[in-house]
């Protein structure tokens, strides 16, 4: 795909997701008995629509040398089973070691559970080590575990209200909106940080690598904890801009042609003088 092609991509994906949860509501909304069986592609999608969007526009923003789609899509399978799985596994232990867990410690515990795939990427595909890369494969590891989770409350949601779509759909529609401005634009600069420090170790990377996760994890911890419009407006807005700002400092533009050597002084006057008048 051209350049140009991939830099729009997000608006079918955009559209194309779109249409299709319409299209399983309307009939889930129009048909009679048995319609709980289109719920989970209900949810499915609907979980799914707005980081794909995100991620397919990270991934159009680079010109040159853009994330294999191979490698995106284990970034999204992997970063969102690892991520939810692992993040599960450290929230549990340590509500067992603690009794309450402090919104501080989900926040570290989701972050770092994001980075393990991308790290994973780092190491065993080393060419990809430039930031925008990292970035992408970042977005795609924080899209995959956002997908999951939302995808688990919108299926609590159903439960919990038994079976008003009403509830689904404003889970979807919250979650989803809110999601490029959350996991996948913390799991996005983290990564982006990592890729950067790996492609030239030294200590000045290293803590810029320390202080973007430090402020994921404050992000994240201020989401959970004020839970109010206002926050979520704000810090969403931190988030989004930080990344998007990172995209465009990060994109690698197409190299520049080739200039012609330059002629000495001194030779072009004797070309001049040899010249017939």
Not at 34 to 62: K, S
Not at 144 to 168: D, I, K, Q, R
Not at 228 to 248: C, D, E, K, M, N
Request: net charge positive; aromatic share 8%.
């Amino acid at each position: 795909m051209g350049n140009t092609g991939r830099r729009w991509a997000w608006v079918a994906v955009l559209l194309v997701g779109v249409g299709l949860h319409l299209l399983v509501l309307e009939t889930l909304s129009g048909t009679g008995t048995g319609t709980v069986t289109f719920v989970p592609a209900l949810i499915v999608l609907g979980a799914c629509v707005a980081p794909a969007t995100f991620l397919a526009f990270a991934q159009g923003r680079p010109a040159r040398r853009p994330v294999p789609g191979s490698v995106v899509g284990v970034a999204a399978l992997l970063g969102g089973v690892v991520g939810v799985v692992a993040a599960g596994w450290l929230e549990y232990g340590t509500l067992h070691r603690l009794g309450v867990l402090p919104m501080a410690l989900v926040g570290l515990a989701e972050e770092t559970a994001k980075l393990i795939v991308p790290a994973g990427i780092l190491l065993l595909w080393r060419r990809h080590r430039s930031p925008a890369q990292g970035l992408v494969i970042g977005v795609a590891s924080g899209a995959g575990f956002a997908a999951l989770e939302t995808m688990g409350y919108a299926f609590a949601a159903f439960v919990g209200s038994e079976g008003n779509l009403g509830a689904v759909e404003r889970t979807l529609l919250v979650r989803g909106l809110t999601a490029p401005a959350a996991h996948l634009a913390w799991t996005g600069l983290t990564a982006a940080a990592l890729f950067t420090f790996a492609a030239a170790p030294g200590g000045r990377r290293l803590a810029a690598f320390l202080l973007t996760f430090a402020a994921a994890v404050t992000l994240h911890t201020c989401w959970d904890t004020f839970g109010t419009q206002p926050a979520y407006v704000f810090i969403g807005g931190v988030s989004l801009g930080w990344v998007l700002l990172r995209l465009h400092l990060d994109r690698e533009r197409p190299a520049a042609p080739p200039r012609a050597p330059e002629r000495d002084p001194h030779q072009l006057a004797e070309v001049a003088g040899s010249e017939p008048s």
